[in-house]
């Protein structure tokens, strides 16, 4: 026996799914560009894969094909603006944390554009998705402290996870003495790891924000 939770979560996915058709290759989807397609199967394929099964071998390719035709210049606007308003929000997280690994960067402009969204705090759709890339906003840790409890304040909903952040970061850097005050420790670089699928990435603790990454 299913939860009402996960009947409703099932429902709302197929109910995607079918809303997404024309952007997945039926009906008159020749007529719309080739990037706008492949966000539409990746929105869809992400909608149809267990939790426990995400990210598949599909969207990161998906995801590939969507980097080449839009470029990464202000890729995650164009992202969250060009999705249907019914898509969920996990979705958009999920495709942008796959872009991080993906571009050429390794995700610098996408993490500005988030860090913009947490600062202006006025989208709670980009603020969910900010807060769910899988980086720390912000090298300074104060900074990021400073904004996240903005963000608390005029989002009651992103509450526990602004303070479930912050906690995290405070104790990477108690772990490492405290030596480095102007960002949370580095982990690891992301140079080698370009196609390490992000499910085995997310196994591991949250990174650190992509200034700290940089060598």
């Known amino acids: 026996m299913i939860t009402v939770q996960q009947w ?3 429902r709302d996915n197929l109910n995607l799914q079918s809303k997404l058709r024309l952007w997945s290759g039926v009906g008159e989807c ?4 080739g990037k706008m397609i492949a966000l539409g199967q990746c929105l869809a394929e992400i909608g149809r894969t267990p939790p426990e099964e995400r990210p598949s071998r599909t969207t990161f390719d998906l995801v590939d ?5 839009q470029g990464e ?8 603006d060009s999705s249907p308003p ?5 979705s958009l997280a999920e495709i942008l944390a796959i872009m991080i690994w993906s571009t050429s960067d390794n995700g610098r402009g996408i993490v500005r554009d988030a860090e913009r969204w947490l600062a202006l705090g006025v989208d709670e759709r980009r603020v969910f998705v900010a807060l769910n890339l899988d980086v720390y906003p912000f090298r300074d840790p104060s900074e990021m402290e400073s904004v996240l409890a903005r963000v608390a304040s005029a989002f009651p909903r992103q509450a526990e996870l602004c303070v479930s952040m912050v906690a995290s970061r405070r104790g990477l850097m108690e772990q490492d003495g405290g030596g480095q005050s102007a960002a949370a420790p580095q982990l690891q ?6 196609s390490e699928p992000v499910s085995e ?6 990174v650190t924000s992509l200034d700290a990454m940089q060598t």
Request: aromatic share 6%; hydrophobic share 35%; proline share 5%.
């Open 8 to 10: 409703r979560t099932r």
């Open 30 to 33: 020749d007529v719309l560009p």
């Open 65 to 69: 094909q969507i980097v080449k035709g």
């Open 73 to 80: 210049v202000g890729i995650a606007d164009w992202v969250v």
């Open 86 to 90: 019914m898509t969920p929000w996990e």
């Open 189 to 194: 670089s992301r140079d080698n790891e370009r």
């Open 201 to 206: 990435a997310r196994s591991k603790e949250r």
